[in-house]
């Protein structure tokens, strides 16, 4: 039999390889690290979700780098329902603007911490100048982590849209 001649490679659906995914948007992550980033292949344990102790893991490894993605969302973020509460209760009666600030210094809070505890963690794993890098939304992943180790990689705004699709086809 003739192979077909318009065959035409595609990316793969997420239940056809062994690796899974945590959300769409890690899936999306994996996908333009594959696309971009020369050499780089998804393999668990090694590129993708790697043991760093104590029963945690980093999305990737990249080019000598630990890349986490963690987009920081409050309801998930605090640990006490209570506080949240508070906090939302509190801000009720604020105009939009004090809104944006209190919630984006809280994110940008809560960041630092996460980043912290990871960093922590791979040190420990990796030594002390393993390099840590979490982007916290699309935007930080596809300047931070595609645009920095990857090849013929296209403007932000554009990797931004091809992220998205991913998202839709995930
Ligand atoms: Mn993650």
């Known amino acids: 039999m003739e192979p077909s001649r318009d065959f035409t490679p595609r990316l793969p659906h997420i239940p056809e390889t062994p690796i899974t995914f945590a959300s769409k948007s890690e899936y999306a992550c994996g996908m333009l690290l594959?696309?971009?980033v020369r050499g780089f292949q998804l393999k668990n344990g090694e590129t993708f979700q790697v043991g760093v102790?104590?029963?945690?893991?980093?999305?990737?490894?990249?080019?000598?780098?630990?890349?986490?993605?963690?987009?920081?969302?409050?309801?998930?973020?605090f640990d006490s329902p209570i506080a949240l509460r508070k906090l939302m209760e509190g801000i009720k009666r604020c105009d939009n603007h004090q809104?944006?600030?209190?919630?984006?210094?809280?994110?940008?809070e809560l960041a630092e911490k996460y980043y912290r505890r990871r960093k922590f963690l791979v040190t420990m794993a990796a030594g002390k100048d393993a390099e840590l890098v979490c982007a916290f939304d699309p935007e930080q992943f596809c300047k931070q982590v595609i645009r920095r180790f990857g090849e013929n990689v296209p403007k932000v705004p554009v990797l931004l849209t091809q992220f998205h699709n991913l998202i839709q086809r995930a």
């Open 34 to 36: 594959e696309r971009y």
């Open 53 to 77: 102790g104590h029963n945690k893991i980093i999305d990737f490894y990249v080019n000598h780098t630990f890349v986490e993605y963690h987009p920081i969302n409050l309801r998930f973020e």
């Open 99 to 108: 809104k944006r600030l209190i919630i984006e210094a809280i994110k940008d």
